[in-house]
């Protein structure tokens, strides 16, 4: 157990909806990273937010957003839904540091998209 | 951009055989490199990193890898295949600035009895 927490594991729904993802991350950690893992596109980076501001960007797509909270648990907001985003959402935390900080995982939310 | 390199989608070994898993990064700068472990239906959970301290990495489950500048490699080994190292293994790098961590395309080994 890596102390990330995942909420629903598993959400099926249709296409053109709108679906929100919740992580809560380890004790004492202020990142959260969402990834999301498919089998054509692998394993990739969307989202960093640190302290509740967004730190950076990956290859999100614009019909996604995320926002943090004060309490940290954060929140990846995914709409307009298309068949091909059906995927493996994970979300990670760490410490904040200089670099090299060790991310741990969640579960996973599992989200098929009909 | 800093990216890692995956050399081989499937790896299988017979169990007691030498895993041997690749892979190689790209980076203008020096790296932090991981490799990650990943079970069937479970989140990924980290075997082991570099941070400069030391070129040769132990990580859990027997499991090391040495970082090689000269080779742009950062391959994992272990002496002694076992039948529960079975799953999804990947290779990762990140940056000192934002931590933000690039994945390989992962290798899955297959261990025979």
């Not at chain 1, 990670?92 to 996973?108: H, I, M, R």
């Amino acid at each position: 157990d890596s102390g990330v927490t995942q909420t629903p594991k598993h959400l099926i729904t249709a296409t053109g909806q709108r679906v929100t993802l919740r992580c809560s991350p380890r004790s004492g950690d202020l990142s959260v990273y969402w990834y999301q893992q498919s089998l054509d596109q692998g394993l990739q980076f969307l989202i960093h937010y640190y302290n509740g501001e967004e730190r950076a960007k990956g290859n999100i797509l614009e019909r996604f957003s995320a926002q943090q909270f004060p309490d940290l648990h954060s929140e990846l907001n995914l709409s307009s839904l298309e068949l091909g985003d059906s995927a493996l959402y994970f979300c990670a935390s760490s410490v904040p540091g200089t670099g090299g900080e060790t991310q741990y995982f969640g579960p996973g939310t599992r989200l098929l998209v009909l | 951009a800093q990216s890692v390199t995956q050399l081989g989608s499937h790896v299988s070994v017979s169990e007691g055989a030498l895993v041997l898993l690749r892979c190689n990064y790209s980076s203008s700068v020096p790296p932090y490199l991981f490799w990650y472990v990943q079970y069937p239906n479970q989140g990924l959970q980290l075997l082991l990193k570099y941070t400069s301290a030391a070129t040769l990495v132990k990580g859990i489950n027997g499991f090391e890898a040495e970082f090689k500048k000269s080779e742009t490699s950062f391959h994992l080994t272990k002496p002694s295949a076992h039948m529960s190292d079975a799953a999804e293994y990947f290779c990762a790098v990140s940056d000192s600035h934002n931590n933000d961590m690039r994945f390989g395309a992962g290798t899955r080994l297959t261990v025979k009895p």
